[in-house]
């Protein structure tokens, strides 16, 4: 007989290490927000040991924490659908390069992370600002020049620049995996090159532009450097507001309630819409 | 009048040379196939004749009419790929009906024609699985089905049957065979496997290193192989490197008897005689002493290798039921002249 202890102590073992780590630094964590959402604040004698609902109550019915969370959700999805429209053939496009370009160009996706989110932010907001870059080409052409820092439009260009990464690579992996003769098989039934790509290419990338949409709406509806250097005191993304709750206003359930509310929000949104494509996918694909 | 022609057709590869000045002409209905060792630029010239690859040089035409550097999708030729390149996205029938598609058939006859072609390879019942739903052969005749319903004027399959197992590949060659003989469809095959290329090609061209080496029938190849290379490729093959002596040639100390006119006496020679050509007859009665080395049982026939004064030999004789003789015993060769075959050259082993 094969002595069966042993075996059965090894996956706890090996799990063990990641699941405290997990434990500690994600779920405690988020407990404690949660527990601290439902705590009542006072401005003068500051956080009650009294059970409330009244900041959920409070968040819900106030249109200036309903339009935060509107553009919040507007702003993660136009950057999602600007990072597919551009990553998906930038994707396509690497991987029918030849190396060394190949190598280079990859590096040159993956260049926004490497530099500090800080500097990078602070570069866009020299190139967007009233005397920038790109108001100065304007006026050189004539152009009369336009107020882009400090609006929803910075806020986009600056995360769609750190977020492309997050959708080419898992459309690449996609793609390198599709038998390139299928494309061919398709120009000999009389396809061209663009009905290829769309008919035959394309659907087989469903699930790579999936998963990246998904990490681009997630890291985009929780973004708080580029909304709060790009977007200015005015113009609160959710992130950006749960820290003033947290800093300014000092009012840490109310903070709490936000975080919670995005958090539940996001996961909602982010399930469906994976419920909603990988259903179809997986039906075609298997 | 040749059907397609290419003519002096090249490809390099920066400074490789894949395929060199290959002239070729196929008449209409044959069936032909590329035969050669990977690496022999046999699938290059699929590849320029489909529209994949563009040639470096030369012309390839099609019913007289130029298509060297026409794009894939005007020329209209069906292609079976050798991973069949099914679209896994899209069902047996939508598979099929998308050449129809890109073609603007209208929907009533589009589905009339995907349900023939889909009867032609016996798939009609499978009409709504998706490719991963399928088995090895049963993809493979979705592919032949999606590249045949658009009528094309030629059938190119590249490997088709080298995915499959040994016994569905027998099976399919005859499927193959029976559908070309069906339709029609001028068809070109590549293919590493002899025994394919001579069951089922009214034609085999043999390739080597990106140069045409042979162009016959199956039988004529098997029987005249036009040197040591192709004698060897193509079916199994003794061969004996020796010298021309006018009546014989001669192998180490020994004369064998046979002819070969354009031959001048003193030459090098290689002479190849294949397994099945041999008799095994008792010791001392044949051409040829020697002694059994082994013996292997295949069934249908036994397989020999006999030590002999010039060389091991392998045999080949039928299994007639009774027992041949044993390892280590003396026995003797015996051949018919007509049988032995002499190329110029010394032989260099496939």
């Known amino acids: ?286 | 009048m040749a059907f397609l022609t290419l003519e002096r057709v090249s490809k390099e590869f920066g400074t490789f040379t894949a395929v060199r000045d290959v002239d070729l002409t196929i008449e209409k209905g044959e069936f032909v196939s590329l035969l050669g060792p990977s690496g022999c630029g046999k699938t290059t010239t699929l590849q320029m004749i489909a529209g994949l690859l563009e040639p470096t040089h030369g012309r390839i035409s099609l019913d007289g009419r130029d298509i060297t550097r026409e794009k894939p999708n005007r020329r209209g030729l069906g292609v079976v790929f050798q991973s069949y390149a099914l679209f896994p996205h899209m069902t047996v029938a939508q598979n099929v009906a998308f050449g129809l598609e890109m073609r603007r058939v209208p929907q009533a006859e589009r589905t009339e024609r995907v349900r023939e072609a889909l009867s032609l390879v016996q798939l009609s019942s499978f009409a709504d699985r998706y490719p991963r739903q399928l088995s090895g052969g049963q993809r493979q005749r979705v592919a032949i089905a999606r590249a045949l319903v658009i009528a094309p004027p030629v059938l190119l399959l590249d490997e088709p049957l080298s995915n499959l197992d040994a016994k569905l590949r027998e099976e399919m060659q005859f499927e193959l065979r029976r559908i070309q003989r069906k339709v029609g469809t001028t068809t070109i095959m590549v293919t590493h496997d002899q025994a394919e290329a001579l069951s089922i090609s009214d034609r085999v061209v043999v390739m080597e290193n990106g140069k045409m080496t042979q162009v016959d029938a199956p039988y004529r190849l098997y029987e005249q192989p036009s040197n040591a290379f192709i004698s060897s490729f193509v079916g199994k093959t003794n061969l004996l490197s020796g010298t021309w002596r006018g009546n014989g040639a001669q192998i180490g100390n020994v004369v064998l008897e046979a002819s070969a006119p354009d031959i001048a006496p003193g030459a090098p020679i290689t002479l190849s005689i294949r397994p099945e050509k041999i008799l095994l007859r008792d010791a001392g009665s044949g051409r040829l002493d020697g002694r059994v080395l082994s013996r292997f049982f295949l069934g249908s026939q036994w397989l020999f290798t006999v030590e002999t004064p010039v060389g091991t030999m392998t045999v080949s004789i039928p299994n007639q039921g009774n027992e041949p003789p044993t390892e280590g015993s003396p026995v003797s060769l015996d051949w018919s002249p007509a049988n032995l075959r002499i190329m110029a050259g010394t032989a260099t082993a496939a």
């Open chain 1, 1 to 286: 007989m094969i002595s069966r202890s042993p075996t059965i102590s090894i996956p706890w073992l090996l799990a063990g290490p990641g699941a405290l780590f997990f434990a500690g630094l994600v779920l405690l964590p988020l407990a404690l927000t949660l527990i601290l959402s439902f705590h009542a604040y006072d401005h003068s004698t500051g956080i009650q040991n009294t059970f409330t609902l009244s900041h959920y109550i409070a968040v819900v019915t106030d249109d200036y924490y309903l339009e935060i969370f509107w553009r919040t959700l507007r702003i993660a999805a136009l950057t999602t659908l600007l990072c597919a429209v551009i990553g998906v053939p930038e994707a396509y496009i690497l991987s029918r390069m030849k190396d060394p370009w190949r190598s280079v160009f990859l590096l040159v996706i993956i260049g926004p992370l490497l530099v500090s989110v800080v500097v990078r932010t602070f570069g866009w907001s020299m190139l967007l600002g009233s005397q920038g870059l790109v108001n100065q080409a304007l006026q050189l052409f004539g152009f009369p020049s336009v107020r882009i820092l400090y609006t929803e439009t910075a806020i986009v260009i600056a995360l769609v620049h750190v977020m492309l990464p997050f959708m080419v690579i898992p459309v690449w992996t996609a793609l390198q995996k599709l038998d390139p003769m299928v494309e061919a098989a398709a120009w000999t039934l009389g396809a061209s090159h663009f009905t290829a790509l769309r008919r035959v290419v394309m659907p087989q990338v469903t699930l790579g532009m999936l998963s990246g949409s998904l990490i681009v709406f997630g890291l985009s509806a929780s973004a708080f450097a580029v909304p709060a250097l790009l977007g200015g005191r005015r113009l609160k993304m959710a992130a950006t507001l749960v820290y003033d709750e947290y800093l300014q206003e000092l009012n840490w359930p109310l903070g709490a309630t936000i975080a919670i509310i995005v958090l539940v929000a996001n996961l909602c949104i982010m399930l469906a819409y994976n419920r909603m494509v990988e259903a179809r996918a997986r039906r075609t694909l298997g």
